[in-house]
């Protein structure tokens, strides 16, 4: 291994290490009184050069917090439901916990909560229904944050619809959950949950034309035609191959019909452009920038 | 004045960071700015608002691309992906250089979101280098790279900053952003003569320089750039400017984001400064 892998390995793991200490307390994560491993401390020695005012350690925590900061932040903002249902303190510590277990792999901090639904299924500090209830509502939260960014393909015309071939677009996710976590949405916290019985529901969480993104439930006979449009497919093709349950005629020209108004589908293959509606705000638009965090002295 | 290979031979004058809140400003006023700089890893994406309103923006004005993603020093090489999707975004923004930091930020994939230091030492600079020459064979545009603000030394180091960020760009022959809030934040941070390192640049390497504010802590500064520029920083531009003649300049505000007009004429004061450079020293020309 090279001196400057060694080093960079070393610098790495540090980072990692949880935040302790006085810049743990100018978060919102539950105060701690340990101080840092001694693991941080032998990094800093080995590596860093103390400065004229700051020791190795001082000097290593200054970055060691920036990297915190930066990603505590980043990824409570994306999951504001899961944070209300869940409470603060409970909520902050499945971020902790999810941030040391998975440090982010994306160049982007707005994928930094792509795998948040997997590790609170598992949470060892939740009970099941609450794994599932919150794992379901962090899957809606990163699918609004997925379509944000998602391609737009070609809105069909009258003519696509017979001689192409059509696709869901790809900012349209459809999710299986098996609570009905879409009515958090419309709840000031999680007390409403209690005595709600398990039960699958789908969701599509997609871009309106605006750029705003939205979520609604659908039907499981219509999941099952809109997968299949999921890698496009050829009108024709699907509707002569009903998936079984077979569909009424009438549902299928309502299912339709409510695609096309919502503009979930595209001709395969043919870009299509992104209108830019200067109304709704600019939320979510710039994650990534060069500057440090500011700080506590 | 930097070689027209630093630059794509664009002269561009003063420009400001494209930011959020000044967004419905921009589009519906369409000010008179010189050019945006953006931050490529905003814009990386395949699709939706991020490239509606950046191409909203490209009908109207010139921009360049700076990223925070590339880190050229890593041990283990670049990211290709992360090349592939610069080039993509260059391909629609058509901007005449790219600039990224000189730093690290990455271990087996697994991402800081920082912009962290280097060692400065040959072994480093060898492989930043490396790292830089293909990224800019791939890429096909002129590539600058920019010192960073740093809160720590290393025990290795073998050479000053200076000496390393020359040693890299004459190895990998790429372009500088010579940021020089950064100069000064790190030489505070650090106990060194900012004009020393000033003073050593390659002048016909910088494409670009950078102005921001910083916060002052008791014992050391921080590159929160959430403030105007301070004198000492100034007189350090005007100290580049001299050596390195009228160079595109761009102010980064990204923090306690004040109104368009504000970050804008903190922006232009750059230009007087440019002025008495051709009025009083003879060096550059008036710009339009
Ligand atoms: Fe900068």
């Known amino acids: 291994m090279s001196r400057l892998e060694q080093l960079q390995r070393e610098f790495f793991k540090a980072l990692l290490l949880p935040l302790r200490g006085s810049s743990r307390k100018s978060t919102e994560l539950t105060p701690s009184d340990e101080g840092h491993a001694p693991e941080f401390f032998r990094i800093a020695d080995e590596i860093i050069k103390p400065g004229p005012e700051l020791s190795a350690a001082e000097r290593l925590e200054l970055y060691h917090r920036q990297y915190w900061f930066r990603i505590l932040d980043s990824l409570a903002e994306d999951f504001p439901v899961l944070r209300r249902m869940a409470g603060d303190e409970r909520f902050w510590e499945l971020i902790e916990a999810y941030l040391l277990e998975r440090p982010s792999q994306s160049f982007t901090l707005r994928h930094l909560g792509e795998a948040f639904a997997d590790h609170i299924e598992a949470a060892p500090c939740l009970d099941d229904s609450r794994r599932r209830w919150f794992g379901g509502i962090a899957r809606i939260e990163y699918a609004f944050m997925k379509c944000f960014e998602c391609a737009q393909s070609a809105l069909p015309e009258a003519v696509d619809l017979g001689d192409s071939e059509i696709e869901l677009q790809e900012h349209v996710q459809l999710l299986r959950l098996s609570y009905p976590v879409d009515l958090c949405w419309g709840w000031q916290d999680f007390t409403p949950a209690e005595g709600i019985e398990p039960e699958i529901i789908h969701i599509a969480v997609w871009r309106e034309p605006s750029g705003r993104s939205r979520q609604e439930r659908l039907e499981a006979g219509e999941v099952r035609l809109l997968s299949r449009l999921r890698d496009g497919i050829r009108l024709d093709v699907l509707f002569d191959e009903l998936p079984e349950p077979t569909p009424s005629e009438d549902d299928i020209t309502r299912w339709f019909a409510k695609w096309q108004g919502y503009r979930w589908l595209g001709v395969c293959g043919k870009e299509g452009a992104q209108e830019l509606d200067r109304g709704i705000g600019w939320e979510g638009m710039d994650r990534m920038s060069s500057q440090a965090v500011s700080m506590t002295d | ?288």
Request: negative net charge; aromatic residues 10%; hydrophobic residues 40%.
């Open chain 2, 1 to 288: 004045m930097a070689h027209p290979r630093f630059t794509g031979g664009r002269f561009l004058g003063t420009g400001i960071g494209l930011r959020v809140p000044h967004y419905d400003h921009i589009l519906a006023e369409k000010p008179a700015v010189g050019w945006f700089e953006i931050i490529s890893e905003n814009y990386m994406v395949r699709g939706g608002r991020p490239l509606a309103v950046l191409d909203a923006i490209l009908d109207q004005y010139e921009v360049v691309q700076h990223g925070v993603g590339l880190y050229p020093g890593g041990s283990g090489g670049l990211d290709m992906d992360h090349l592939r999707r610069l080039k993509e975004l260059i391909k629609r923004t058509k901007t005449p250089w790219i600039s990224d930091h000189l730093c690290w930020g990455s271990v087996d994939g697994r991402m800081s979101h920082d912009l962290l230091p280097l060692p400065y030492t040959f072994e480093a600079a060898r492989k930043t280098a490396e790292n830089l020459r293909i990224a800019q064979d791939f890429l096909e545009i002129p590539l600058a790279m920019e010192n960073v603000s740093s809160y720590a030394e290393f025990n290795d180091d073998e050479m000053t900053e200076w000496q390393f960020l020359a040693e890299v760009t004459e190895a990998a022959d790429v372009g500088i952003l010579l940021d020089v809030n950064n100069i000064y934040v790190s030489s505070v941070n650090h106990g060194f003569d900012p004009l020393e390192y000033v003073d050593f640049i390659p002048p016909d390497r910088v494409a670009q320089i950078h102005i921001a504010g910083h916060s002052r802590y008791q014992r050391f500064i921080i590159d929160t750039h959430d403030h105007p520029v301070i004198d000492p920083v100034w007189r350090l531009y005007a100290r580049a400017i001299e050596r390195c003649g009228p160079t595109a300049t761009l102010l980064e505000w990204d923090s306690s984001i004040p109104s368009f007009e504000e970050v804008w004429s903190e922006a232009k004061k750059s230009e007087d400064w440019r002025r008495w450079l051709v009025e009083q020293k003879g060096v550059g020309h008036v710009e339009a």
